[in-house]
Every structure is written in structure tokens, then in C-alpha cells.
């Protein structure tokens, strides 16, 4: 079955930068529609990035201006860079993947796979 496995995350204080990761198993990302998410305690999943098979980008309000989504076709990876961290970038980043060609942008119920998470801890 498909495999998202997601790789990058730690502690970081605030201003730093983190590029997270997401390998993809028995699944090509370059045909794909994928996106980052992101969880904390007591709120939804929210979007953070996306990118589509055709390789337009989008970002989640929080995340604009910081960030950049982008994929390793080679490596069959994912890959979100993110700069000026801030402790509410803090929580559990998931890579997902949609099937089909409709992009879903950062429609979290539209995902088909996702990966196991990946902690991010921005400290003040």
C-alpha cells in the first residue's frame, strides 16, 4: 500500500529554520497532488502548503511568505522549507497525497494518504 513517511522535524528556537521531508512508497509525487499539514492540541488540521501535479503552490495564511513546498521528482520526495519560525508553527506536521487531477489545494477531507507526522517544537 501506499507509504508516506515524513522526516525533518525537531526543536528549534524561534527564527530558525526547518525542511521537512516526505518519502513516498509505491507512489509517484511527480503525477501527484500533495500538501503539508499541520495539527496541534485542540485545533483542526490545517494546511500549510500545497503543490498540485502541475506544479502551482499554495499556502495556508499562516504559513505565507515563510514557507516553501516543493518536490524532489528524483527522490520521490516531498519537501517543505520553512523559515522565520514561531512557536504556533509548533505541532505535528502530516504529508498527504490526493488521488485524481482535481487539485484539492489545502481541502484536508480530499487527501487519500498520509504519513505518520512529523514533530515541529518552535521555542520563544
Known amino acids: 500500500q501506499v507509504q508516506l513517511v515524513e522526516s525533518g522535524g525537531g526543536s528549534v528556537q524561534a527564527g530558525g529554520s526547518l525542511r521537512l521531508s516526505c518519502v513516498a512508497s509505491?507512489?509517484?509525487?511527480?503525477?501527484?497532488?500533495m500538501a503539508w499539514f499541520r495539527q496541534t492540541p485542540g485545533k483542526e488540521r490545517e494546511g500549510v502548503a500545497g503543490?498540485?501535479?502541475?506544479?502551482?503552490?499554495t499556502y495556508g495564511d499562516s504559513a505565507k511568505g515563510r514557507a516553501a513546498i516543493s518536490k524532489d521528482n528524483a527522490k520521490n520526495t516531498l519537501v517543505l522549507q520553512m523559515n522565520g519560525l514561531k512557536p504556533e508553527d509548533t505541532g505535528i506536521y502530516y504529508c498527504a497525497a490526493a488521488q485524481g487531477k482535481l487539485w484539492p489545494e489545502l481541502d484536508r477531507i480530499a487527501y487519500d494518504y498520509w504519513g505518520q507526522g512529523t514533530q515541529v517544537t518552535v521555542s520563544s
Open positions: 503543490i498540485s501535479y502541475t506544479g502551482r503552490t
Open positions: 509505491r507512489y509517484t509525487i511527480r503525477s501527484a497532488n
